[in-house]
């Protein structure tokens, strides 16, 4: 399967911005995925995961009860919805990919398919 993520962008403080992660290649409902973001110099950290069926969830404490990951197989498209945005949250936004796994995972290792990532920045 092959990833793409777009949506990033120059936001301010408290703002909302959506990413979008476009899949193609196969099947995409079958596929865990989740977001992870990386500032220059430092490790890829993850941000939120869904698995296949959209049961569960997970997201890392710094974003959660302000970002949400709804996905639309319909449109082989998993979404970050980020709100009340940050300074913190600048970084360059990843999403990846792996077949299957009930539970998504919290780790880099724990995907296969990676996208292109797409930049963030949160001005204060």
């Known amino acids: 399967v092959q990833l793409q993520a777009f949506g990033g962008g120059l936001v301010q403080t408290g703002d909302s911005l959506r990413l979008s992660c476009a899949a193609s290649?196969?099947?995409?409902?079958?596929?865990?995925v989740g977001w992870f973001r990386q500032n220059s110099g430092k490790e890829r950290d993850f941000v939120a995961g869904?698995?296949?069926?959209?049961?569960?969830?997970r997201y890392s404490d710094s974003v959660k009860g302000r970002f949400t990951i709804p996905r639309d197989n319909a449109e082989n498209t998993v979404y970050l919805q980020m709100n009340e945005l940050k300074p913190e949250d600048t970084a360059v936004y990843y999403c990846?990919?792996?077949?299957?796994?009930?539970?998504?995972?919290?780790?880099?290792?724990?995907?296969?398919?990676w996208g292109p990532g797409t930049e963030v920045t949160v001005s204060s």
């Open positions: 290649g196969d099947t995409f409902k079958w596929y865990s």
């Open positions: 990846a990919a792996v077949y299957g796994k009930e539970f998504p995972s919290t780790r880099t290792t724990g995907y296969v398919y």
């Open positions: 869904i698995n296949w069926s959209g049961a569960n969830i």
